[in-house]
């Protein structure tokens, strides 16, 4: 093995190592009981197993679990769709100012989430979506249509249009061919999309907590800090709360991943 072969599996030891430490202590801690937790046993293995901390924890956060579930899942494929929907016309359908118009959609994507609160907060004042799921589900799906968008585009401009027009001829039109040739193909960046926005839906902490002030209809990002008291925290219950809170997006990335890596070899998001 030569010298630089052998530094970059150091790097990529270290970096691995440095990746798994804080996840290392969430578990070790989390089956620990309220009263063995601290700063000088946080490394140590514990004497003695306890779920305590994820009873408490789900008794804690299975309602928002459930808003975060009603919430991520209609947004995730909603905003993938529609990004479908555009990729196939920006890709396929161009016409005049198309490129101008895809442009002015990236950037939506490119604008932070504090620049847009207050007209978003007033703007679901105004009908009559503020405080509520609905109002959440429509703020992420506006925001993620951007990057959908740029998905799906990228990943159609790789099938030959030749398929679309053996379609046209054969009389679909436009929805009929993207519903008949397209979408069959699609399933790598379906993949693509909906991990993307699951992870970033589910992991939102800015949104949930201006459009949804009510804890009770919270998302669990929302809820998982409100783990920590003013006064004292129980790290057993917020450790077990953490990994409650990180399964789905792992179950996803777990069912998905194998799509995920060829919507990636396949161009999906390639620039």
């Given at each position: 093995m030569s010298f630089k072969r052998g530094l970059l599996w150091f790097g990529l030891g270290l970096a691995v190592i440095l990746y798994l430490l804080p996840i290392y202590v969430m578990l070790v801690n989390s089956f620990r009981d309220a009263s063995s937790v601290s700063l000088a046993t946080m490394w140590q293995?514990?004497?003695?197993?306890?779920?305590?901390?994820?009873?408490?924890?789900?008794?804690?956060l299975s309602p928002n679990l459930k808003n975060?579930?009603?919430?991520?899942?209609?947004?995730?494929l909603l905003s993938s769709i529609i990004g479908a929907l555009n990729g196939y016309i920006f890709s396929k359908w161009r016409f005049r100012g198309s490129e101008i118009l895809f442009a002015l959609l990236l950037f939506?994507?490119?604008?932070?989430?504090?620049?847009?609160?207050?007209?978003?907060?007033?703007?679901?004042?105004?009908?009559?979506?503020?405080?509520?799921?609905?109002?959440?589900?429509?703020?992420?799906?506006?925001?993620?249509?951007?990057?959908?968008?740029?998905?799906?585009?990228n990943f159609y401009i790789n099938i030959p249009g030749s398929i679309v027009e053996a379609a046209t001829v054969d009389g679909a039109g436009i929805i009929e061919a993207f519903?008949?040739?397209i979408l069959p193909l699609s399933l790598p960046a379906f993949a693509v999309a909906l991990i993307f926005q699951f992870t970033n839906i589910w992991n939102d902490f800015l949104f949930g907590i201006t459009v949804v002030p009510?804890?009770?209809s919270q998302p669990v990002t929302i809820a998982l800090n409100n783990l920590s008291g003013s006064f004292s925290v129980d790290w057993n219950v917020v450790m077990a709360g953490a990994i409650v809170a990180a399964l789905p997006t792992a179950l996803v990335y777990i069912?998905?991943?194998?799509?995920?890596?060829?919507?990636?070899?396949?161009?999906?998001v390639k620039a």
């Open positions: 293995l514990p004497s003695q197993i306890s779920v305590e901390g994820f009873a408490e924890a789900w008794n804690m975060s579930l009603f919430m991520v899942i209609p947004a995730a939506g994507f490119f604008i932070p989430y504090q620049a847009i609160l207050l007209p978003l907060v007033r703007f679901l004042q105004w009908i009559d979506l503020y405080g509520t799921l609905p109002g959440l589900v429509l703020t992420h799906v506006v925001y993620g249509v951007s990057v959908t968008t740029l998905i799906f585009r519903w008949r040739v009510n804890p009770q069912g998905l991943g194998k799509l995920f890596v060829r919507g990636l070899v396949s161009g999906a």
